[in-house]
């Protein structure tokens, strides 16, 4: 008498379900984790561009000694040196916006080199003037890439979860008002070229 091999696919399917489910959501938990990590250091380098490179530029054109001292001279042109260098390296990170974050850096790059022969020619209200101008250019790209309204912060305490699929940070909105500043610098002189 023969033994009838009997298969049962529930075993099979279940195995094979296993197979393709484990791979992809260590695939998606991989890509969340870098994508997170990615935000994170966008955030790191858009606060160094605000804090290390803008706001030390905007204080240097208000300081009464500003034209006669040449260390404040010199503050002002590698602040605008600290910012270009994070630019360049975020534009290299956010690859969607490289030519807006290029734009700022140029303009940077034009101002630090004609910084000694541009800025002393100015009038107190235009260095005040420039001053905002560099704070609000600064503070558009933090607010941008820390833009918590839309919850893409990464920290524990402000930032999206772990499976958070919305829109990533930055806000365009932010991003293409400091490029518009940048560019035009309205209320200055036009930087030579």
Known sequence: MRKKLVINAWPFIAVLLLAVIIPSLLYWTIERNDKHARWQTQLQLARIFAFYGMDQAEVVPMHPNFTSDSAFMDTGWAALQTGSVTLNTLSGLDLDRTNQLLRIEYMLNTMASSWSAYTPGMNQSQRGTLGELLHTIGHDILYGYGNYINYT???????????????????PNLVQQAV???VNLPGLPPLPQ
Do not use: E, V
């Not at 990464?154 to 930055?170: C, E, I």
């Open 153 to 171: 912060g990464t920290s524990n305490l402000g930032g999206s979860f772990f499976w958070y699929t919305g829109s990533s940070p930055p806000d």
């Open 180 to 182: 518009d500043l940048a």
